[in-house]
């Protein structure tokens, strides 16, 4: 069945950086356009960047843009969020789904941004 499995969040200061990643299995990942999310404290989870299947088509939400980064490796099957200049507005839980989502999600991975 459909499994995301996200991975490489931690605490880490303000300006530093961390780099996501996303396993994904289940479905034909290498023709499926892919997403991040995250969900802040006390906020619905919002959409942070996708990347199409090809991988060179790609977007941000504008509170990331120019500082985080997605990329995919399809023989891998892995989705990776390199995230930059972290501000700690983006605390949060990360999620990674296809695009459009799945109903299925993965546990996340906390990103905790603090001095």
């Known amino acids: 069945q459909v499994q995301f499995v996200e991975s490489g969040g931690g605490l880490v200061q303000p300006g530093g950086s961390l780099r996501l990643s996303c396993v994904a299995s289940?479905?034909?990942?290498?023709?499926?356009?892919m997403r991040w999310y995250r969900q802040v404290p006390g906020k619905e989870r919002e959409l942070v960047a996708f990347?199409?299947?090809?991988?060179?088509?790609?977007g941000y939400a504008e509170f990331v843009k120019g500082r985080f980064t997605i990329s995919r490796d399809n023989a891998e099957s892995t989705l990776y969020l390199q995230m930059g200049n972290l501000r700690p507005e983006d605390t949060g839980v990360y999620f990674c789904?296809?695009?459009?989502?799945?109903?299925?999600w993965g546990q996340g991975t906390q990103v905790t941004v603090s001095s």
């Open positions: 789904n296809r695009s459009p989502p799945t109903l299925i």
């Open positions: 289940g479905f034909a990942f290498r023709s499926s356009g």
């Open positions: 990347i199409f299947a090809n991988g060179e088509n790609v």
